[in-house]
């Protein structure tokens, strides 16, 4: 087996025919498949903005930062894309438990011809820096600020990386790609939504080339996505019903907007409850076990009030039911 | 009292009931309609959708349910109506396609409102039933009051069946079908190309207008002449049902104040005076310190039946801090925890180390500690009609302030009345200056002091037992009271100022009123609470008891002290800080 710091890509795809995104795009991809490149999921859709901005990011090494609200398939996205091209893809999520050490790499005890001796151990940057590796950070906005300062070096493109300790210079391998993805654009935790999420450093922002944003789809592409997950919905009956729960899905974006609900149904969560609509066969019932019963106490009512609009049936929150029979 | 006649109580507690009813049910309706039209700050206010601070148009006249007669269901097809009304027509259009006559108007504005329900989304299944349930609630509601008995209303009602059926493609009311026919009959020459064109141009505004307008001037004209050939305009019975209605020209914005919970309304003087509030005399002002209007033992026993009262209650202290906390706290770096697996190396223990090479624990980790920026006031009306509520209002600020200390939040509880009734020396001294006339406030004002932000809970106890005083409940002046307050948050270094006022009525001093005018005062008010929101540094919420403040508090909450019990207040009350109530 070759290392797969030999390979390079050795062909050209047409964006248009893989991805059916209007443009006569060239974008260089791999031949083999190495262990790293993810599976390709057949049903994914593919967002035509976020899906150019990250072929910028294979094709002319730009870096892509990937923004938006939960449940909206950003990682999956950038990984989907990799796993059409064949290009080996690593996913690192920056939690705030990822040391400096975690990614430079440390010393460390090994065993060699039964003498214990310190030796360096590359952590996953200088790896993947010499690989042709797409380099994933989700959660970026979550990453300590020390760990930051660290990714920050590789971030200028062709910019050489410092093993102090080992006093080595590394050079990044030319089909090195580095993308992330994050929930806010490093302002924080502005909306209250993403505890956790920390305020990023200007300059580190800056040196992002491409932010694209991938939010909540038209209402049809998401009705579709829907129906490609959970097959038992395909056909036009199903299309009816998940075209109500993205409807419901929508009124608490709008609502979350608005300020009245805390809780919002990312598109994730509007498939878990088809999903769950297959296991009880009962959409209120589902409703409330994958989505209602997050949502805080206070809202509940409101919540039933979105679902009565679009299903025209109660939920037990309802206002309706619980204020008596003459109201 | 004991002796208080209980029947009054009931059914003073069964309107706050309703009272409550009715502004859960605008809260939700409010809630849909903003997140139908995402629009986020839509809101009722006295019945009428405001958006931010101005009132909205009345809109067609099936839009405006009664909470007496109608039901929930059709509370919700007005919201629908509502919320499609702002997303699918241009206001803006709309306005200047509208024509002069009032009575063309009405039909116009009502031709546009079906249009606009006719445009539901087919997979919101619920809306479109909401909608027609609303529309036959409403046409019965026309119907069974007697008004489709008269020429003119059996004609106005045959239009708005006819061409809502037509535009929407729904069937007219059931119960009145055979009525219409005659009517249906005689119109449909006159209208009937104008009828075709609205379900075909329903998804074009200006288009639709057209045909609106034909309809509009036709059924206009033949209206006149009913009415003017008919005797039955002029029978006071029919006059008052069609108010109720609002059949003719009485949706300009002018007519607001009337469905107000909160009476309230503009002070000609005030007005005049282009909003300068004036004080006759500020001589006889007083501030006091709680502590000193009663004596030691009167307090002490004050104090043992608040004691005994809040036992009762059962309220869970340590839950209500820690909810507090969780509303008001950040997050805030304070120090280092030590002795970590992981974290930034602790300096300190590199020692450790070299005495013992297999100790992990060798750093720290920023520890975070919620911390509590804030204060909170609560500014109390002792007016004379708070007495009886003297006792519920006292345990709600003593558990409050106890709670908020817990929480590491600041407090203060204030209280305002005057010092004498009837306007006191200063009216005196007013009637002895010869009665100048528009003499503005008219009375000793009396700020009390119960609780200081820099007096601990404990030692506030005694003062706070004060608000059982029952002479101390004379008269109230919110608007003095209200700027008193603010003005001493802004003393206090805390990042975040919460003002809750605890109110029961509207301003009142009949010295104030009899001098100048009934609404001087509240219109007052709402100009201190408009300006005082303004400035955004000061959160101001209005606690009504019983009562629904939302004329004069933008975020306002109605408490019912009756029926509730002890922690279901307190939630409340968090909520409202919280901003969930946002009337």
């Known amino acids: 087996m070759t290392d797969i710091a030999d390979l390079r890509p050795d062909r ?54 990937v923004q938006g609200l939960h449940g909206t398939g950003k990682s999956t996205h950038i990984e989907q894309v990799a796993a059409r091209l064949n290009w080996p893809c690593v996913r690192l999520n920056l939690d705030g438990h990822i040391s400096r050490l ?14 214990q001796v310190t030796e360096f151990q590359e952590g996953i940057v200088p790896w993947s820096l010499q690989r042709p590796v797409a380099l994933v950070f989700d959660e970026y906005d979550a990453g300590r600020p020390d760990v930051m300062f660290v990714i920050q070096r590789i971030l200028e493109q062709g910019g050489k990386f410092t093993l102090m300790d080992q006093n080595r210079v590394l050079r990044p391998h030319p089909f090195f790609r580095l993308f992330a993805t994050a929930n806010t654009v490093g302002l924080g935790n502005l909306n209250g939504l993403y505890h956790g999420a920390q305020r990023l450093n200007h300059a580190q922002i800056d040196r992002w080339n491409i932010v694209a944003s991938l939010n909540y789809l038209p209402a049809g592409e998401e009705i579709a996505i829907v129906q490609a997950r959970v097959p038992s919905l395909a056909d036009e009956a199903g299309r009816q019903l998940v075209a109500s729960m993205v409807a419901v899905a929508d009124l608490t974006r709008k609502g979350f907007a608005a300020g009245d609900l805390s809780t919002l149904m990312s598109p994730r969560t509007v498939i878990t409850w088809a999903e769950n609509v297959e296991i009880f066969k009962n959409p209120a019932l589902a409703f409330r076990l994958s989505f209602v019963n997050k949502c805080d106490d206070a809202e509940r009512p409101l919540v039933a009030e979105y679902f009565q609009r679009c299903f025209d049936q109660e939920l037990k929150e309802s206002h309706q039911l619980s204020s008596g029979s003459h109201e | 009292m004991t002796d208080a006649p209980a029947p009054a109580t009931a ?64 509370f919700r097809g007005v919201a629908d109506g509502l919320a499609l009304r702002l ?43 909401n909608l027609r349930h609303r529309h ?39 119960e009145t079908e055979d009525m219409l026919e005659a009517t249906r009959f005689h119109l449909a020459p006159l209208i009937g190309h104008a009828l075709a064109g609205l379900r075909r141009d329903r998804a074009d505004q200006a288009a639709y207008a057209v045909h609106a307008l034909a309809i509009a001037r036709t059924v206009a004209t033949m209206l006149h002449e009913a009415g003017e050939d008919s005797s039955d305009a002029h029978d006071p019975h029919v006059d008052d049902k069609r108010s109720v209605f609002m059949l003719v020209a009485d949706m300009d914005r002018e007519i607001v104040e009337r469905f107000t919970t909160a009476e309230s309304g503009r002070s000609a003087v005030l007005d005049d005076a282009g909003g300068a509030y004036r004080v006759f005399s500020d001589a006889y002002d007083r501030e006091h310190d709680a502590a000193t209007l009663a004596r030691k033992e009167v307090l002490a026993g004050h104090r043992e039946k608040l004691d005994r009262r809040i036992a009762v209650q059962g309220v869970n202290i340590a839950r209500l801090a820690r909810e507090l906390r969780a509303l008001l706290a950040d997050p805030t770096r304070d120090g280092w925890d030590g002795g970590q697996e992981e974290g930034l190396i602790d300096g300190r223990r590199l020692a450790q180390l070299v005495a013992s090479p297999t100790e992990r624990r060798l750093f720290r980790t920023e520890h975070l500690e919620p911390v509590a920026d804030c204060i909170v006031t609560l500014l109390i009306d002792c007016s004379g009609s ?56 008219l009375n000793e004002r009396c700020h009390i002091v119960f609780k200081a932000a820099a007096t601990p809970w404990r030692r506030a106890r005694p003062a706070m037992a004060a608000l059982l005083k029952a002479d101390l409940f004379r008269e109230g002046i919110d608007g003095e009271a209200v700027d008193w307050a603010c003005a001493r ?95």
């Not at chain 1, 975690?102 to 003498?115: H, M, N, S, T």
């Not at chain 2, 709309?94 to 546009?112: A, G, Q, T, W």
């Not at chain 2, 004329?551 to 009350?573: C, K, M």
């Open chain 1, 12 to 65: 050209m795809l047409s964006v248009r025919e893989v991805f059916g995104i209007d443009t006569e795009l060239q974008v260089p991809a791999f031949s083999e498949r190495d262990d790293h490149v993810p599976e390709v999921d057949a049903v994914y859709r593919f967002n035509p903005d976020v899906t150019l901005a990250i072929l910028a990011g294979f094709m002319r090494d730009r870096r892509v930062m």
């Open chain 1, 102 to 115: 975690d990614l430079v790499g440390k010393d460390a005890v090994v065993l060699r011809e039964g003498q």
């Open chain 2, 136 to 174: 036959e609630q409403w046409s019965l509601a026309f119907h069974h009051s007697g008004l489709t008995d008269t020429a003119r209303g059996l004609l106005l009602y045959a239009v708005a069946q006819i061409c809502r059926a037509r535009v929407s493609g729904q069937q007219v009311v059931e």
């Open chain 2, 11 to 74: 059914s003073a507690s069964a309107m706050q009931r309703r009272v409550r009813q009715e502004e859960q049910v605008a809260e939700l309706c409010a809630g849909v309609v903003r997140a139908f039209s995402g629009e986020r700050d839509l809101h009722f206010r006295g019945r009428r959708l405001h958006r931010g601070r101005v009132a909205l148009p009345w809109f067609a006249p099936h839009l405006h349910p009664s909470p007496e007669t109608d039901d929930f269901a059709s």
């Open chain 2, 489 to 583: 948050l802004r003393q206090r270094p805390e990042a975040r100022k919460l003002l809750l006022v605890i109110s029961d009525g509207s301003p009142m001093d009949s010295a104030t009123h009899l001098a100048n005018d009934a609404h001087y005062l509240d219109h007052h008010l709402r100009d201190v609470v408009a300006r005082q929101e303004q400035r955004r540094d000061i959160e101001i919420a209005g606690i009504g008891v019983g009562l629904d403040l939302s004329p004069y508090y933008s975020r306002s909450h109605v408490l019912d002290l009756a029926a509730s019990t002890g922690n279901t207040i307190f939630r409340e009350v968090i909520d409202l800080m919280a901003g969930r109530h946002r009337r």
């Open chain 2, 386 to 441: 708070m007495k009886e509520h003297a006792e519920s209002v006292a345990m709600m600020a003593d558990v409050f302030a106890r709670a908020l200390e817990q929480a590491g939040a600041a407090s203060e509880v204030l209280g305002f009345t005057t010092g004498a009734w009837n306007g006191g020396r200063a009216q005196r001294e007013w009637v002895r200056a010869g009665k100048p006339p528009q003499p503005g406030r």
């Open chain 2, 87 to 129: 997303t699918v027509s241009d206001a803006a259009l709309h306005e200047s396609l509208r024509p002069e006559d009032p009575v063309e108007r009405m039909l116009f504005e009502m031709l546009e409102q079906f249009r606009a329900e006719a445009m539901a989304p087919d997979v919101m299944a619920g809306m479109r039933r």
